[in-house]
């Protein structure tokens, strides 16, 4: 089971597909206008057909969002600045370690961004040889810093306090950012109350069954319309709905409105994921918004191999109780126990039950069980974390 | 007293800061003043003093300014009156109030009076910002986001301006046009509010309200404001509501309690039936309910806390409306007589035609409500707002895209009404 990714505009001419004959279906991108409106899984045969009968399955796929960006256009009004507008000024942090190719993929498709006198710093968390080093310093434009310790958290910090401009977006060095993905972004920060955004994150290819598996069960995008979460109508417990790191921005001065990123969490720590939303959960929790932007494109690498999608699976269910142990224990944010019960109920428990019952198209277990033993060391990793971290 | 001066060849702007039992802030906003990058020998400061307690006086007296500053000592409650008294003993064409806790930035005086540098007679507000403290106490969170909120939908270029949004924190205007208005009501000194009474003449009287981003201020309403005093604030404007809805009949059905049927007991129906039925008897219950408030916050029960909060606030406010409706029924003179009521006008606009065409007809007419046609069907009314400026392009362009966006969409798909 893999699929091809494709990407289609329903205001231009549908391009000639040349779609593998080992793919049985494709993950198709519906846009309107080069802005993203809908994604739909299609079976191979449909896109092959291509003419009319696929351009009203893409506008089927589009939906509510494609009525509404065609309306939009018709009477010339959008609820945020246009981005054919130079956004205010922004500072890109990428935070890497040891992957020197994602990293070269990532900062030039960075250097395919307008210039609205953006800034790039590429944070080296402790990699193990100088070749992340050699690549940032070979693009033009790159400011380049290395943290001696590894923690991903630990990185971000280290960009919000380097960043010489009022918006901080960050990007993972295995995602690739569209063109406009930076003003995308930085746009939504007109309003005083917001203090993160975050963007529609795509898969950059699905050739393996762990990359379709991983997108199939733990998309990073969160829809084609732009939503603002805010604490009054969403629990901060439930901040992971409202996106991921791999594609934020955040204001520069956030960690002093919020606190700063909780260094013993994420990647390069025993809790291995976590940190991005935990920093949501707080700004929400303060009462600031954040606003999900589907125009802030950015495609993920999904890791190919099945080891990787389960350690992927392991890593989410340990961040995502580390940051609720930190939320409730620490922020005293009793809603966690609330949605932590929701979501093994609603949603882990059903899933494994269907797997194991073998129902067509259910998950592999191997996977959901990973992220439930991740689940149930996520306390434990956070407070030896925390340890290690002296604190 | 006030000093006896002639006035000053060059004076532009006459600011007026009515304050009472407040000399600390007072201080604090004199000093921001002197720090404005507008000459300092084209504006003076009236501030206007009221039944003091403390010795706001004589610190005034005792502070060296750049500017002009003469103090008026007056006895007469209320901010509204202390405001028409600075207006009255003001010298410069160009009056500016501030309230006494806000700290205005640098550029503040500067941008009320390019602002003003034209023949066009308007009513300017700049926004006073709350300061962002690191908190996740719910009151705090609640006002901070209230004032963002409504500073960042006035700077919108489609806002539509509604009487609400005349501030007297930071407001400026011409003196002959502040004198054609009659200046703030008389009647205010037990309610709050005055400067919404004003907005609605303002309104009435088609005078253009602008949002002024460059003349921003910061506001320490997290010194001055309390959540007891939200309650406080809560019965008088209440009380103001109750003179606004007298005054004005066009208001009056907004602004009037939501009576409904006798066994509606909603959440927002049973203040206004607790208010009105046992106004004394359940002052101590709503006491003690205002006590429940730290716990749910405490238990970070957000919806809880929220509706409570509320559910209290609504009876305050309620209890200071139907008490300052019992008092005017009780005035021999009840203050200003009613004005008389104002139609609305109502245009039906047919989207057939283009829509650029119908933004141009609505930037002509200037209706107060919309009726819209597409296709010989109605898909969509914009109904009137009492108490608004009239329609503009810009206004219903924003209203196409967003109230009405779905309606709009659905029916788009069988035409073009996008000419």
Same mark, same amino acid.
């Given at each position: ?24 279906? /494709? ?210 417990? /439930? ?153 | ?8 060849? =060059? ?26 990058? =507008? ?70 005086? +500067? ?11 308007? $009513? ?39 009487? *609400? ?18 200046? !703030? ?15 609605? &003449? ?20 997290? +010194? ?23 005054? !004005? ?26 208010? *009105? ?21 405490? @238990? ?7 509706? $409570? ?13 139907? +008490?300052? @409706? ?12 009613? +004005?008389?009521?104002? $139609? ?16 141009? &007809? ?58």
């Amino acid at each position: 089971m893999s699929s091809s990714a494709l990407d289609f505009d329903l205001m231009s001419p549908l391009p000639a597909i040349d779609l593998s004959e080992k793919h049985a279906r /494709a993950f198709v991108v519906v846009r309107y206008l080069g802005r993203p409106v809908g994604a739909a899984w299609l079976p191979a045969a449909d896109i092959r057909d291509g003419g009319e009968s696929l351009r009203e399955t893409l506008a089927e796929a589009g939906g509510r969002a494609l009525r509404l960006a065609r309306l939009e256009d018709r009477i010339g009004w959008r609820p945020v600045s246009p981005l054919d507008r130079p956004a205010s000024p922004a500072t890109v942090g990428v935070c890497t370690r040891d992957r020197p190719e994602d990293l070269r993929r990532c900062l030039e498709a960075l250097r395919r961004m307008p210039d609205d006198g953006q800034e790039v710093l590429v944070v080296d968390s402790a990699s193990s040889s100088d070749e992340v080093e050699r690549v940032a310093k070979s693009v033009p434009g790159v400011r380049y810093l290395r943290e001696e310790r590894p923690g991903l958290d630990r990185a971000r910090n280290r960009v919000l306090r380097e960043a010489r401009r009022p918006i901080v977006a960050f990007t993972d060095d295995d995602a690739a950012p569209e063109p406009l993905w930076l003003r995308a972004l930085a746009r939504n920060f007109e309003d005083r109350l917001v203090l993160a955004a975050t963007g529609l994150v795509l898969p950059l290819d699905l050739a393996t069954d762990a990359q379709e598996w991983r997108e199939r069960l733990s998309s990073f995008a969160r829809g084609f319309e732009r939503k603002i979460f805010e604490a009054a109508r969403m629990s901060p417990a /439930a901040a992971g709905h409202v996106g991921a790191g791999v594609s934020m921005a955040l204001r520069k001065d956030a960690a002093d409105r919020v606190g700063p990123f909780d260094e013993a969490l994420d990647a390069g720590t025993r809790t291995r994921s976590g940190g991005d939303t935990e920093m949501f959960a707080r700004i929400l929790a303060a009462g600031y918004r954040i606003v999900y932007d589907p125009e802030a494109v950015s495609r993920h690498r999904h890791a190919p191999g099945w080891d990787e999608a389960r350690a992927t699976f392991f890593g989410y269910g340990v961040g995502a109780y580390a940051a609720w142990t930190r939320l409730l224990l620490f922020e005293h944010e009793t809603t966690v126990l609330g949605h932590a019960a929701a979501w093994f109920f609603k949603h882990q428990l059903p899933a494994l039950v269907r797997s194991l019952l073998r129902v067509p198209g259910s998950a592999p277990a191997d996977l959901l069980w990973a992220e439930l033993r991740g689940c149930a060391a996520g306390p434990f990793a956070y407070f030896r974390a925390r340890a290690e971290n002296g604190r | 007293m006030i000093a006896p001066c002639t006035r000053p060849e =060059f004076l532009e702007v006459s600011v007026i800061v009515p304050t009472r039992n407040r000399a600390r802030f007072l201080l604090r906003l004199l000093d921001a003043l002197r720090a404005q990058t =507008f000459p300092a020998d084209r504006f003076e400061v009236l501030p206007v003093v009221n039944a003091t307690e403390d010795d706001t006086m004589e610190q005034i007296l005792r502070f060296d300014t750049p500017f002009a500053l003469r103090p008026i000592e007056t006895d007469a409650p209320g901010a509204a009156s202390a405001r028409n008294r600075g207006a009255s003993e003001a010298q410069a064409d160009l009056l500016l109030f501030l309230d006494d806790d806000v700290i205005p930035s640098p550029g503040l005086i +500067e941008a009320h009076a390019s602002a003003h540098d034209t023949a066009e007679r308007f $009513v300017g507000i700049g926004p006073y910002y709350p300061v962002h403290l690191r908190t996740v106490d719910f009151f705090r969170i609640a006002t901070r986001n209230w004032w963002e909120d409504l500073f960042m939908e006035m700077g919108r270029p489609d806002h539509r301006f509604t009487y *609400r949004d005349v501030l007297s924190g930071n407001l400026s205007m011409r003196a002959d046009l502040f004198r054609a208005l009659g200046g !703030f009501a008389r009647d205010f000194a037990a309610c709050d509010g005055e400067d919404w009474e004003l907005g609605v &003449r303002v309104v009435r009287r088609g005078v253009p309200v602008r949002f002024l981003p460059e003349a921003r201020a910061h506001h320490l309403e997290h +010194e001055t404001m309390t959540l007891e005093r939200s309650f406080v604030r809560a019965r008088r404007e209440g009380r103001g509501d109750a003179r606004i809805s007298r005054r !004005f009949p066009e208001l009056e059905p907004a602004l009037a309690p939501p009576w409904g049927k006798p066994w509606d007991l909603s959440r927002r129906r049973a203040p206004v039936l607790l208010a *009105r039925c046992a106004p004394r008897t359940c002052e101590a219950p709503a006491r003690a309910l205002a006590r429940l408030l730290p716990l749910l916050e405490g @238990m970070r029960m957000r919806r809880s806390w929220k509706c $409570v909060y509320h559910f209290i606030r609504g009876y305050w406010r309620w209890r200071g409306y139907f +008490e300052e @409706m019992r008092a005017i029924r009780a005035e021999r003179d009840s203050g200003t007589p009613s +004005e008389e009521t104002i $139609v609305l006008e109502e245009t039906t606009l047919l989207l057939d035609e283009g829509i650029e065409e119908a933004l141009r &007809r609505v930037d002509r007419e200037r209706p107060s409500a919309v009726r819209i046609i597409h296709g010989g069907r109605a898909i969509g009314t914009i109904s009137a707002v009492p108490g608004a400026e009239p329609l503009r392009g810009a206004h219903l362009r924003r209203i196409l895209g967003g109230a009405l966006a779905d309606t709009l969409a659905a029916n788009g798909e069988d035409g073009d009404w996008s000419r």
